[in-house]
């Protein structure tokens, strides 16, 4: 009688669930950039500019700043393919290679999706191709759950992703645009432009 009692009571106990775990080989997660190589020489972001390089990684798809779309990762050879399918950058590739090492991910990538965009052959930034090396941080206090939600929120996003201001109102009270998105990216431009020419300077010197 004690079996049979066991048994149905067995059968009717709902399964536990298994919580969603990341996938390594995928690099799934949320990753925390740290440094910005543009000209050969590693820069720390500042705390303002950081959460802008923000990279998550779910399930095949990924978004980073003003893109977000599918991603393939090879664990054995190293690369990562990107294919942005928001608006801005439809359809656009931005093959990358990459090196893990722990939870520290460096990234070799065009500065933008772009038709043409030619895989980094090596891990180093190149000014001339527009190639960035990004070195991030895997946020080891973030859960799959969590990082599902933090996916959608930066594919909803779109360009103000990657405002370091966030949602701050503009002149007016009116919010962010993609005019102010063209005008802050002009910026960033032009300081990359500039961190070139000191770079050049000191060699010379």
């Not at 998105?181 to 770079?199: A, F, H, P, S, Y």
Request: proline share 9%; net charge positive.
């Amino acid at each position: 009688m004690m079996s049979l009692l066991f048994m149905a009571l067995s059968i009717a106990a709902p399964v536990p669930k298994d919580k969603p775990k990341f996938d390594d080989k995928k690099l799934e997660g949320v990753w925390k950039a740290t440094t910005r190589d543009t000209t050969g020489r590693p820069r720390p972001l500042t705390p303002t500019l950081a959460p802008s390089y923000t990279l998550v990684i779910i399930g095949g798809e990924y978004a980073f700043r003003n893109h977000s779309g599918t991603i393939a990762v090879d664990p054995e050879k190293m690369i990562i393919d990107m294919k942005a399918t928001n608006e801005q950058y439809k359809d656009m590739p931005c093959p990358g290679a990459f090196e893990r090492t722990g939870d520290t991910l460096r990234i070799a990538m065009p500065h933008t999706p772009r038709v043409g965009a030619e895989r980094p052959k090596e891990l180093r930034a190149n000014p001339q191709t527009a190639t960035n090396v990004i070195t991030f941080e895997l946020d080891k206090t973030v859960t799959a759950d969590q990082a599902v939600t933090k996916l959608k929120e930066m594919k909803e996003a779109g360009p103000r992703a990657a405002n370091p201001f966030g949602n701050t109102p503009v002149r007016g009270g009116l919010p962010a645009d993609v005019t102010t998105q063209q005008m802050l990216q002009k910026v960033l431009d032009k300081l990359d432009k500039i961190e070139k020419r000191l770079d050049d300077l000191e060699k010379k010197n």
